[in-house]
């Protein structure tokens, strides 16, 4: 059974730090990822890495804020986010794939339980 458990979201000020991460069971991914969602809006893509962790995908409203990692001993994926903004509060999700990474949240197979991110301005 392939589960996905996301932890570290809490509240921070803003042009603080926070890093969120995914350990996922059950087996292992291609494409591992990061979406955030307000409520009442769509899920929104933020970051996205390949399996070997030599190809890495940003939103233009994260890069050079947000880095994404994998660490495939442990089956986990980090989203380390700098210089904190207001607008990047949101519920961010963990998603996971078998193919190739996509902006689309459609493409992924698999999504964890969420974790609350709030920035106070």
């Known amino acids: 059974q392939v589960q996905l458990v996301e932890s570290g979201g809490a509240l921070v000020q803003a042009g603080g730090s926070l890093r969120l991460s995914c350990a996922a069971s059950g087996r292992v991914f291609n494409t591992m990822g990061w979406f955030r969602q307000d409520p009442g809006e769509e899920r929104e893509f933020v970051a996205a890495?390949?399996?070997?962790?030599?190809?890495?995908y940003y939103a233009d409203s994260v890069k050079g804020r947000f880095s994404i990692s994998r660490d495939n001993t442990k089956n986990s994926v980090y989203l380390q986010m700098s210089s904190l903004k207001a607008e990047d509060t949101a519920v961010y999700y963990c998603a996971a794939s078998g193919g190739a990474p996509s902006s689309r949240s459609g493409e992924y197979d698999y999504w964890g339980q969420g974790t609350q991110v709030t920035v106070s301005s």
């Open positions: 890495i390949t399996w070997s962790g030599a190809n890495k």
